[in-house]
């Protein structure tokens, strides 16, 4: 398993090839968009960490940050406020930030807890703090390796983590848009190993198109939801202190 500069750079060169033939997609067209609408009124200062092209927060009046140039090109040509930079690292003063959005990030990097712990530090006291993950290791497949995972969470080893930076879990939600399919899964990981550019251009054209279609209503429950047979969760956090 990668660690430390070799696994961020992994990330980096898989992303920059995604980014590089994808289009922007409107944070209106995800379904956290109704979650979202609710938070952004009553926030101030918005932070999206690594959103890549499927940015979930409003374009326009959010800070974003990355380590993909060709991703920030295009949301800067879209008038956003963007930032060179890392999860582990966030170029910020502490409490900033009123909401703070980080979907699919803190399995990519190799200290988990430095990522967490910038997330929580450069929100405010009160602030909401959004985190999706996958769960439960003996679901880890060559999907997690190709995309640069690094981990997948056990629900109390992720509740215990978000405890130690200061984010209590108010709601969560069954989330991802990976097929349920494991033929599906394995079939798109031979193109994409085989004939990875022109994976790349069916993915963004035509396979992501179709995921947004039928995308299911995200559907929140009090505290934590129930992880048994769930593949990814999201989780809306609040800073504690």
Request: hydrophobic share 45%.
């Amino acid at each position: 398993m990668r660690v430390g500069r070799e696994l961020r750079e992994t990330n980096r060169r898989f992303y920059d090839l995604l980014w590089s033939g994808a289009r922007l997609i409107e944070p209106q067209r995800f379904n956290t968009w109704p979650l979202v609408r609710t938070l952004v009124s009553a926030s101030g200062r918005r932070l999206e960490v690594a959103p890549g092209l499927r940015p979930r927060l409003p374009i326009e009046g959010t800070q974003f940050v990355d380590i993909s140039a060709p991703a920030l090109a295009k949301l800067r040509g879209r008038g956003a406020h963007v930032v060179l930079g890392d999860v582990s690292a966030l170029p910020f003063t502490a409490t900033a930030f009123d909401l703070v959005c980080a979907l699919d990030i803190i399995e990519h990097v190799d200290d988990d807890d430095g990522a967490l712990s910038e997330l929580s530090r450069v929100a405010r006291a009160g602030g909401t703090v959004l985190i999706s993950t996958p769960l439960h290791a003996a679901q880890w497949t060559s999907f997690d390796d190709f995309v640069g995972h690094k981990r997948r969470y056990e629900p109390a080893q992720l509740l215990a983590k978000l405890a130690q930076h200061h984010l209590a879990v108010e709601a969560s939600a069954v989330f991802g848009m990976k097929p349920r399919s494991s033929f599906l899964v394995d079939l798109g990981m031979w193109w994409l190993t085989h004939h990875r550019e022109r994976a790349m251009w069916w993915y963004n054209r035509a396979l992501m198109p179709l995921g947004l279609r039928f995308q299911k209503e995200l559907k929140l429950t009090p505290g934590m939801v129930a992880t048994q047979e769930v593949d990814e969760i999201l989780l809306v956090c609040r800073r504690s202190h």
